[in-house]
């Protein structure tokens, strides 16, 4: 009697594992491709769940991918709509004094109402060609802020500080704030790292000289009063309730100073 041939695609159905035969096979070929492409969905949905995720949490943070680990001038970006809400007329001659100040003064200026300069306090080495540009024009400077400011008094209606004083020791935080307070007409806000906030990496730490020293609000408060410096009441109250309408909740300290 002569024995029937086996269709290899059937015989791998019934005994495990798939022949080559039966994944060439036409008949089988749609159960392969089935998996396969189950497989790219299931990983299409778990990318997008991670990015959904980190960009809920970016939305919180004010951190940024500059030359700082953590940065409250990334800060000051996010607060300028409800800074100027706060200040109004105030906020035409603008001074930014920290690092990445060109990026707030471009800011600023693409409003076209307001003038701004920035003073930034380390290298700018690396800075980009927009940022080289600012410095060419005169709009942003590199000055050593332990130092005296290039500017006569009075030559701002308001001084913005971030990122820069919490690298200060209080020696040089006694001839700094008093300087900064000199140049401005209407007022200081200064924005400060909060205690216990990621510090710079330790290969950043030659361009600042010194670590982070991120002192609570306590200490700051303290410290005001005792250099003579005032809370500036008006815009304080103006600034917290556009931000409680706005929902901003800041992550850095935030200062209002009268000059």
Known sequence: MSRRSVNPGRRASEGGLPTVAGLLHPKSRSPPVLTIALLVLGVILL????????????????????????????????????????????????????????????????????????????????????????????????????????????????????????????????KTLPDLARVSTNGLVIFTGNPGQQKAKVSELPKFGRPAKLRSNSWWTRYFIQTGLT?????????????????YKPDCQIFHLSS
Request: hydrophobic share 35%.
């Open 47 to 174: 990318i997008a769940y991670f990015n959904s995720g980190s960009a809920g949490s970016a939305s919180k943070t004010p951190c940024v991918d500059t030359l700082f680990s953590c940065s409250c001038t990334s800060e000051v970006i996010q607060a300028l709509p409800y800074l100027k809400k706060a200040y109004g007329s105030d906020m035409q001659k603008v001074l930014h004094v920290g690092p990445d100040s060109c990026t707030v003064v471009s800011n600023l200026l693409k409003e076209g109402k307001v003038e701004a300069w920035g003073v930034e306090p380390y290298d700018l080495e690396d800075a980009d060609s927009s940022c080289k540009s600012l410095v060419r024009k005169g709009f942003v400077r590199m000055s050593d802020i332990k130092f005296t400011l290039p500017y006569r008094p009075d030559s701002f209606n308001l001084v913005v500080v971030s990122d820069a004083l919490d690298y200060l020791t209080p020696r040089y935080l006694n």
């Open 231 to 247: 809370e500036n009441e008006g815009p304080l109250k103006k600034f917290e309730q556009a931000a409680s309408k706005g929902n």
